[in-house]
């Protein structure tokens, strides 16, 4: 027991005495919660549009204040040819080209239709088709207004009517950075734990010192403990940390239980960690430690939902997201921290990340040898 | 040159003689790809719904296999009344649940006007918005086709659509321009600056300073196989995105290369001001990932669309070598345009390179400290 307290005690006094890495540890939290999670957003706005009113008429001219006056869009330029537009898209600097073509108003009262034309720089997909069912939308509403304006009633409606009336729990302003804060505080802790544990412990390898720990009396498993439990206290540390930011900065409403939270991210940690330690156990160099870490964690992140809901992955990858311990991390941590479940509701993600964890350190208690 | 023809042999022997990295190094950005194209998937599909309908007529029968067959859901539950929607939003088995109340189709019939509720679970806000608008899409559709089809409505504006270089709404299509940037710059610039900071830290570079060869030399001879195994990778992308992806080269393929050496260029002086910075490899990681990696996904429009970012953000974007590498690439591959359209993206890029490069010659020291 003495042996592991000295043990974790070297690990604390290396770290206490890197000034850079007492930076990091703070300013990354910091850095990443103010900016990925300001950065990470789909909201749609400042939407340019250039328009080509061929028309010219009232109608058009009130559709085009219309578009306009929504928040969404902004007509930055207008002219009479359509390949301008074109060319504005090419150039980056309007998104959509609104095309009015001749006899609109003329069309529209007298054959009872008529058409617009929108094209849609689509090179990013899902912005596009947001851009579009807006556009579309706004145009929607001014024609119920106009067909009630000429026919003179206060409203039109179709004779059959079903309206959908949305609901939004829990968030009810759908305020992405609520959804984005919880992921980014995951892959904050696992990069601190991540990178730390691996490094610090090939650092040792690199620079010969682990010959010097491996002839000590100091046993295998205090020796990986210690590196353990001073990189879980930090990562911990700015788990907290980043919670405080996110409420501070973005009113982040812990709807849950802290315990839960924290108890599951020591689960986590423990696991991640154990990874951390396998790896540099494989590894001879820093520079190899990184670059394997850096895969797997862009496997895990990318696979466990951080950016991109699971539910739209192929089958296949949600069967494999059982083993991604991110992917728990994450489930979890949205729904205690946003929706307040309760442990009977995570017993799954506790169970399946118990299974992680416990296989991740065995593999690195195994494979660390304490003969060179 | 025989010196330094020397010093080159060593970095590829380093390189070459460490097949961990090798191997990630070439498989990083196979696996990045192939990800991205058939897994990360931003598309609503089969999406777990509940149900609860109070009425269990035809129309509601009739919305509800609409809704199923549509391929975005599925049917998750069906719930009963006095059902808690909180408990099932809480297990997070269903993102949204249908609820008709009593009576639908009469009161439908009656008042000409009747509401369905739609209730999302906003924990993840993108998707409850999504499944809401094509719900309630989808019932729009229903009324107009199965209730109004003998009506005629007046003055009806139709708008078409035209979706420009992207007809599928592929999102591939925006990953591939985004992976070569990311790809390029954890090449050059991290693996630069660890492999230079490691000979800082081991004590090594003492033994390179003191050598016949010039500080220059030194820097070129870390920095040419980086490239050239940047260029490889480059390559690579291309030909997976082309080939297993359908991703389009519409401009020409010799300027685009063109292009990948220069941000290649840019990257790797980058990593050689971190090298002079970083004092050991753990810091210049540290560098590389914050300063890099991180603006490189997020800060680019690559994931994210720049212009949705508040102004601050916006404005930082501007310094973020990747953003306008991103947009010269997809100019050239998707859009078809030659240099008159990427012009000052070109030149922004050279000119961080020479900044970088002027930079990194005035921290570069040839004495211990």
Not at chain 1, 170 to 199: D, H, Q, R
Not at chain 2, 225 to 233: A, C, E, G, M, V
Request: net charge neutral.
């Amino acid at each position: 027991m003495k042996t592991l307290f000295y043990v974790i005690q070297k690990e604390f006094i290396q770290v206490r005495r890197n000034k850079t890495m007492l930076r990091m540890i703070i300013m990354i939290p910091l850095l990443q919660m103010l900016v990925l999670v300001f950065a990470a957003t789909y909201d749609l706005k400042n939407v340019n549009i250039f328009l080509v009113d061929k028309d010219m008429s009232s109608t058009s001219r009130e559709l085009a204040s219309k578009i306009d006056a929504s928040p969404f869009f902004t007509i930055n330029n207008t002219s009479f040819n359509p390949d301008e537009g074109e060319k504005a898209i090419l150039d980056n600097k309007d998104h959509m080209v609104l095309v009015i073509p001749q006899g609109f108003e003329r069309n529209l009262i007298r054959d009872d239709k008529a058409s617009l034309q929108l094209l849609v720089n689509a090179i990013d997909g899902q912005a596009a088709q947001l851009g579009y069912s807006y556009a579309a939308s706004v145009i929607r509403d001014f024609n119920k207004n106009i067909i009630a304006e000429w026919k003179g009633l206060p409203e039109f409606n179709t004779p059959y009517q079903i309206n959908s009336v949305s609901r939004f729990w829990y968030n009810s302003e759908l305020e992405y950075k609520w959804y984005m804060a919880p992921g980014v505080l995951c892959i904050l802790v696992t990069l601190i734990g991540l990178f730390l544990s691996g490094m610090s412990l090939v650092k040792e390898k690199e620079q010969g010192t682990i010959e010097q720990l491996n002839v000590t009396p100091i046993r295998k498993i205090h020796f990986l403990a210690g590196k353990l439990i001073p990189f879980v206290v930090i990562a911990l540390f700015d788990l907290s940390f980043g919670l405080v930011v996110a409420k501070v900065v973005f009113n982040l409403p812990i709807v849950g239980s802290l315990w839960l939270v924290f108890g599951f991210g020591m689960l986590y940690l423990l696991g991640i960690l154990g990874l951390g330690l396998f790896v540099s156990t494989l590894a001879d160099t820093q520079q190899q430690v990184m670059f394997v870490t850096y895969f797997f964690m862009m496997i895990f992140i990318l696979m466990g939902g951080v950016f991109t809901p699971v539910d739209s992955m192929p089958h296949w990858a949600q069967v494999v997201d059982e083993g991604n311990p991110i992917y728990h991390f994450i489930r979890v941590m949205r729904m205690v921290v946003l929706k307040g479940s309760n442990f009977g509701d995570l017993i799954h993600e506790f169970i399946a990340m118990s299974i992680i964890g416990i296989t991740f350190l065995s593999l690195a208690v195994l494979r660390y040898r304490k003969t060179a | 040159m025989k010196q330094f023809i020397g010093f080159l042999r060593k970095e590829f022997l380093h390189i070459f003689r460490d097949p961990r990295t090798m191997m990630i190094i070439f498989l990083l950005p196979i696996v990045q790809l192939l990800l991205f194209g058939k897994v990360i998937n931003t598309d609503i599909q089969n999406s777990k719904i509940a149900i609860l309908d109070q009425s269990h007529d035809n129309t509601t029968r009739e919305i509800t296999s609409k809704l199923m067959s549509s391929g975005y859901f599925v049917l998750g539950e069906e719930l009963m009344p006095g059902d808690d929607v909180e408990d099932v939003f809480r297990k997070g088995k269903v993102k949204m649940v249908v609820s008709f109340g009593t009576n639908f189709e009469q009161t439908l019939e009656r008042d000409g006007k009747v509401d369905v509720q739609l209730l999302a679970d906003a924990s993840d806000p993108n998707t409850a918005r999504i499944l809401t608008s094509y719900a309630s899409g989808i019932i729009n559709d229903y009324v107009k086709k199965e209730k109004l089809q003998n009506i005629q409505l007046p003055n009806q504006i139709n708008t078409e659509v035209r979706m420009l270089y992207n007809e599928g709404l592929k999102s591939v299509y925006m990953f591939v321009p985004g992976i070569m940037a990311m790809i390029l710059m954890l090449i050059s610039a991290m693996m630069t600056s660890i492999s230079i900071s490691k000979e800082k830290e081991l004590g090594t570079m003492e033994v390179l300073l003191a050598s016949p060869l010039k500080p220059i030399q030194i820097v070129l001879g870390k920095v040419t196989p980086y490239l050239l195994l940047s260029f490889i990778n480059a390559l690579t992308i291309i030909i997976i995105g082309v080939f297993i992806f359908g991703v389009p080269i519409k401009g020409s393929f010799i300027f685009l290369m063109a292009e990948s050496f220069l941000f290649i260029l840019m990257a790797l002086s980058l990593g050689i001001l971190i090298s002079t910075i970083a004092p050991n490899q753990m810091v210049a990681m540290f560098i590389s990932v914050l300063a890099l990696m991180l603006p490189t996904i997020l800060l680019s429009g690559f994931m994210f669309p720049i212009e949705n970012m508040p102004l601050p953000l916006r404005i930082i974007s501007h310094a973020m070598p990747p953003r306008w590498f991103i947009v010269i690439i997809k100019n050239i591959m998707l859009k078809g345009t030659g240099i008159m359209y990427v012009w000052k993206e070109t030149l922004i890029l050279m000119f961080m390179a020479f900044v970088f490069i002027a930079l990194s010659i005035k921290n570069f020291k040839i004495r211990l400290e």
